[in-house]
């Protein structure tokens, strides 16, 4: 061994305990555009949406999600763009050099305010956050098109003929109003507050999960979430990992221990405190968000910035919770440890380390392979 790899063998440098960074990348080019009258810089490739944020300009938004591809439905974010014939929705289309955009002129507004309307005729919005402050700003009066019509029965919109539009009444508005789906024992749809936005649909697929349970079924005002067939979930090629709900704006897709508790009057967001954890299930190290209220987990979410899991989760680190939990009308099975069998006693059958005896009632009712209950009642 020579001198010098002797000397760094015996005496390695001193190393950075930094942690290392990957080099910078290329800096992308910027291009010069007008916004609301004002010169701006804007990084090439990024969206009106994404220099507005950058601007400060408040644009809203119901189906754009970071973590998911734009899919345009909504048209809430919708700006002016000189020399295009229509409004643009702010949250996909990229900007370009020269570009005069207008976020906030007359004719953007009347648009926001027209789908504020429409959205609220017809679909109960009042667990959308920040939906009543935007039906505030921008006017909307959603009771301009009459007062709501009765609500479908359960399955019924569902089995309307693909393609038929029945002609409204136009003494009363067209509503998505129909029973809560309650079809297994983890998370509940209330397709009357569904605005159609697709997020699910894009967590469920490629975006996220790759398991394509939910699609958009039906056409025009019959345009509908369902499974294959309108399935049960529990029939359906969902695996419970609840990331349509993580997505969900408007409270469609929900725990079922909040729908209980909302039913009930319990749930209460202000008494609820937020801890961050890593799931124990797995070594992928899943950030869990644990939603704890009266010392109980009522919900788990994962961060939408966190670099492991983009707010998306598995059924383990969704739900597995309740593992850790039973909830209050769960009883606990008194037994007594076994005494010890001896060698030649047989062997007791195993029932499994989550599964309920037969006997031994679901701590919230069905399980996933019991027969659909629809038409649960709508919390408040
Ligand atoms: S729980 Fe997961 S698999 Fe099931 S419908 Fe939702 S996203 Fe799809
Ligand atoms: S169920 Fe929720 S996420 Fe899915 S389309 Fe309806 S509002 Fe959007
Ligand atoms: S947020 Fe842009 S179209 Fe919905």
């Given at each position: 061994?020579?001198?010098?790899?002797?000397?760094?063998?015996?005496?390695?440098?001193?190393?950075?305990?930094a942690?290392?960074?990957?080099?910078?990348?290329?800096?992308?080019?910027?291009?010069?555009?007008?916004?609301d009258?004002?010169?701006?810089t804007?990084?090439?490739?990024?969206?009106?949406?994404?220099?507005?944020?950058?601007?400060?300009?408040?644009?809203?938004t119901?189906?754009?999600?970071?973590?998911?591809?734009?899919?345009?439905?909504?048209?809430?974010?919708?700006?002016?763009?000189?020399?295009?014939?229509?409004?643009?929705?702010?949250?996909?289309?990229?900007?370009?050099?020269?570009?005069?955009?207008?976020?906030?002129?007359?004719?953007?507004?009347r648009?926001?305010?027209?789908?504020?309307?429409?959205?609220?005729?017809?679909?109960?919005?009042?667990?959308?956050?920040?939906?009543a402050?935007?039906?505030?700003?921008?006017?909307?009066?959603?009771?301009?098109?009459?007062?709501?019509a009765?609500?479908?029965?359960?399955?019924?919109r569902?089995?309307?003929?693909?393609?038929?539009?029945?002609?409204?009444?136009g003494?009363?508005?067209?509503?998505?109003?129909?029973?809560?789906?309650?079809?297994?024992?983890?998370?509940?749809?209330?397709?009357?507050?569904?605005?159609?936005?697709?997020?699910?649909?894009?967590?469920?697929g490629?975006?996220?999960?790759?398991?394509?349970?939910?699609?958009?079924?039906?056409?025009?005002?019959?345009?509908?979430?369902?499974?294959?067939?309108?399935?049960?979930?529990?029939?359906?090629a969902?695996?419970?990992?609840?990331?349509?709900?993580?997505?969900?704006?408007?409270?469609?897709?929900?725990?079922?221990?909040?729908?209980?508790?909302?039913?009930?009057?319990?749930?209460?967001?202000?008494?609820?405190?937020?801890?961050?954890?890593?799931?124990?299930?797995?070594?992928?190290?899943?950030?869990?968000?644990?939603?704890?209220?009266?010392?109980?987990?009522?919900?788990?979410?994962?961060?939408?910035?966190?670099?492991?899991?983009?707010?998306?989760?598995?059924?383990?680190?969704?739900?597995?919770?309740?593992?850790?939990?039973?909830?209050?009308?769960?009883?606990?099975?008194?037994?007594?440890?076994?005494?010890?069998p001896?060698p030649?006693a047989?062997?007791?059958?195993?029932?499994?380390?989550?599964?309920?005896?037969?006997?031994?009632p679901?701590?919230?009712?069905?399980?996933?392979?019991?027969?659909?209950?629809?038409?649960?009642?709508?919390?408040?």
């Amino acid at each position: 061994m020579s001198t010098e790899i002797e000397r760094i063998y015996r005496e390695p440098p001193a190393r950075s305990s930094a942690i290392p960074t990957a080099p910078a990348g290329p800096v992308p080019p910027t291009m010069e555009i007008v916004l609301d009258g004002r010169p701006v810089t804007a990084p090439a490739g990024s969206t009106i949406l994404d220099v507005c944020r950058a601007e400060g300009i408040e644009i809203p938004t119901l189906c754009y999600l970071e973590t998911l591809t734009p899919v345009n439905v909504c048209r809430i974010c919708v700006v002016e763009v000189t020399g295009s014939r229509v409004l643009v929705p702010a949250c996909s289309r990229p900007v370009e050099a020269g570009m005069e955009i207008r976020t906030a002129s007359e004719r953007v507004r009347r648009s926001r305010r027209l789908i504020l309307e429409l959205l609220g005729s017809a679909v109960d919005l009042s667990l959308a956050p920040g939906v009543a402050a935007l039906m505030a700003e921008y006017e909307a009066d959603p009771a301009r098109f009459g007062p709501p019509a009765p609500p479908a029965d359960a399955g019924a919109r569902a089995a309307r003929e693909p393609g038929h539009h029945h002609r409204p009444s136009g003494a009363a508005a067209e509503t998505v109003a129909q029973p809560v789906t309650i079809d297994n024992d983890l998370y509940v749809r209330d397709y009357a507050r569904c605005i159609l936005c697709y997020k699910c649909v894009e967590a469920c697929g490629t975006d996220a999960q790759n398991t394509f349970a939910i699609a958009v079924a039906g056409r025009g005002f019959d345009a509908r979430i369902s499974t294959e067939y309108d399935a049960p979930l529990t029939a359906s090629a969902c695996v419970y990992c609840g990331n349509c709900i993580g997505v969900c704006p408007t409270g469609a897709l929900m725990f079922r221990s909040e729908h209980e508790m909302r039913a009930a009057g319990t749930w209460d967001e202000a008494a609820q405190t937020t801890t961050d954890t890593i799931c124990p299930y797995c070594g992928v190290g899943c950030t869990l968000t644990l939603h704890v209220q009266g010392n109980e987990i009522v919900k788990v979410t994962s961060p939408m910035d966190s670099s492991v899991t983009a707010g998306h989760l598995c059924i383990k680190g969704r739900f597995g919770y309740r593992s850790v939990q039973r909830r209050p009308e769960e009883p606990r099975p008194e037994e007594p440890p076994p005494e010890h069998p001896g060698p030649e006693a047989p062997r007791p059958e195993h029932p499994g380390p989550h599964r309920l005896r037969p006997e031994e009632p679901g701590p919230q009712g069905p399980r996933p392979g019991d027969p659909v209950e629809s038409g649960g009642t709508r919390p408040a």
